[in-house]
């Protein structure tokens, strides 16, 4: 039997995503991406960008489950791409360069 990491119910994830030199307007540009994945504590985070410009960002972790949010990037600049991910008892909040940009409550049972 495998031990799986007892996760707090409260918790935040952040980090961030550089672009590629090679391809420094990745955020905006009109071609999809997949970005490297992170984890950290118990966490694993997936982001990719589809070719409207929107990301899809899959939290894996928090109360046991995937978290899928499909959003709008904000505008980026040199640094990149901040991602937190933040969750407690009610739910699960993301956040890309400081601004909320989806929320999902954890069903209570």
């Not at 952040?14 to 970005?35: H, K, M, N």
């Not at 490297?36 to 504590?41: L, N, V």
């Not at 980026?76 to 400081?98: Q, S």
Request: glycine residues 8%; proline residues 7%; contains cysteine.
């Amino acid at each position: 039997m495998v031990d799986a990491p007892r996760l707090s119910v409260e918790g935040t994830i952040t980090f961030t995503i550089s672009p590629d030199q090679a391809r420094p307007g990745v955020f905006y540009d009109l071609l999809p991406a997949r970005f490297p994945p992170f984890s950290a504590r118990g966490i694993d985070v997936q982001v990719t960008k589809d070719t409207d410009g929107r990301a899809t960002v899959i939290v894996n972790g928090p109360h046991s489950r995937f978290w899928r949010f499909q959003v709008a990037i904000p505008a980026c600049d040199v640094r990149g791409l901040l991602v937190t991910a933040t969750w407690n008892a009610e739910c699960v909040v993301l956040y890309l360069n400081g601004q909320e940009v989806g929320r999902q409550k954890v069903a209570q049972g």
